[in-house]
């Protein structure tokens, strides 16, 4: 009858097929640590670059909202200054919006 249990080191047969599956469970665990270790270095790559252009947009949005109040100051002052200006604020609305028209049949005369 063999002896399965003996083998050249002293390790059954089935020791040894243990020990190899162990070690391919191992190998896969370590595999997929550092595919998840990657991974999260990536997240927090993208995350940082997406806070620095957030916050840079913020500073674009002040800068423009101050410009846009300091805008709406002086046509304001204008229009309360004299009726000449409500006249002249009233000519420059009606530019706008025929400039507004004829850039939109230009527009879409272009896209067709």
């Keep these: 009858m063999a002896d399965f249990r003996s083998n050249r080191n002293g390790m059954s047969r089935t020791e040894e097929m243990l020990d ?10 370590a595999n997929k640590v550092s595919r998840l270790k990657n991974l ?8 940082t ?3 620095r252009y957030l916050d840079s947009m913020g500073g674009d949005f002040e800068s423009t909202q101050g410009l846009l109040g300091g805008t709406v100051h002086r046509l ?6 004299n009726r000449g200006n409500r006249k002249l604020m ?5 530019g706008l919006v025929f400039l507004f028209f004829v850039t939109y049949y230009f527009i879409s005369k272009v896209t067709k």
Excluded at 40 to 47: K, N, P, Y
Excluded at 90 to 94: G, T
């Design 20 to 29: 190899s599956e162990n070690q391919q469970r191992v190998d896969n665990l």
């Design 90 to 94: 009233c000519y420059l609305v009606l």
């Design 76 to 81: 304001s002052h204008m229009v309360q200054a």
């Design 40 to 47: 999260a270095l990536d997240i927090e790559d993208e995350a």
């Design 49 to 51: 670059d997406s806070n």
